[in-house]
């Protein structure tokens, strides 16, 4: 098996030279440069910074209605800022109209006005 040692080799490659090499090397690599993303971008919501009389009517017939009452609840359902939404959540506490569960600073939690708080 020894003697047919010289079929199992492959056929001998003609190897460049040092200048064809180097030509090689030089000229790989020249791709076109990746370009930066944009990034996502989000659409601007247009809400609004005061109450016009029909926002308004929506909030005074709408939210004493609802369970579960928070400023971020009434960004989305009214469209309005979230500072807007806080005022006048206190003005509704103050009027009786809302019923205050949860305080905090991040976070405040309202819920509709029954006729006695329940208390556990």
């Known amino acids: 098996l ?4 010289f079929l199992l080799l492959p ?9 064809a090499k180097a030509l090689a090397a030089a000229s790989g690599g020249k791709s076109k440069k990746k ?31 609802m369970k579960l009452i928070t400023p971020s609840g009434l960004v989305e359902k009214l469209k309005i800022t979230a500072s807007l ?6 003005e509704a506490e103050e009027q009786g109209l809302i019923r205050r569960v949860a305080w905090h600073s991040r976070q405040q939690i309202f819920t509709r ?3 006695a708080p329940a208390e556990e």
Not at 2 to 5: A, K, S, V
Not at 85 to 90: C, H, M
Request: hydrophobic content about 35%; glycine content about 2%.
């Open 2 to 5: 020894d003697h047919f040692f």
């Open 11 to 19: 056929p001998k490659v003609q190897q460049k030279s040092k200048a």
């Open 35 to 65: 370009k930066w993303s944009k990034g996502k971008s989000r659409e601007k919501a247009n809400q609004k910074v005061m109450f016009d009389e029909e926002t308004y009517a929506r909030f005074t017939n709408e939210v004493p209605k």
């Open 85 to 90: 939404a806080r005022a006048a959540l206190l």
């Open 113 to 115: 006005a029954t006729a």
